[in-house]
Structures are given as structure tokens and as C-alpha cells.
């Protein structure tokens, strides 16, 4: 889940990697207007399903601008995991 927490629109560059730190795939928003949110379904891209690792974000607005979320659902359990993107200082 991205959400746009700036008052200009913003564009957004993810990077997806394997536990081992390797590349396995890269997207992009364009123009995620303020205050909208995006939600992306990795499992649905057969270079990510069933994967884990790190999702790393580059982006062209204010810093703090982007509030991210990554959520894992386990489907036999019905449990869900919430982890909170973090911002690294400049």
C-alpha cells in the first residue's frame, strides 16, 4: 500500500528484491495525485508470488512524502503482517 501524504502529486519507483538480495523486479507510479492511495497485489506478478524479501522506494516529492505498507496474508490461517515502510535520513 502506498499513500501520497504530500500536497503534490508523485511519482514512485519500487524495487523489488529475494531474500538473498537479488533484483527480481521493478515498477513505478506516475503522478500518485495527493492524498490518493495505492494498493498493489504483488501476488499477482509471477516474478514476486510466493516470494519474500525487501521492497526498496525511490521518489521525486518532499521527503516523508510517501507512507508505505507492506502486508502478507496467509491464506490457510487467515492471518495477516503489517510492516511500515521506514524512511531513511538524508
Known sequence: MTQNASNQAINATFHYYNAAGTLLQTG???SLQPRALNVF???NVPALAGQSGHIVVSHDGPYGGLNIKAIALEPSTGFSFDTPGVTRPY
Do not use: K
Request: aromatic fraction near 0%; hydrophobic fraction near 35%; avoid cysteine.
Open 28 to 30: 513505478s507510479i506516475s
Open 41 to 43: 497485489n504483488v501476488g
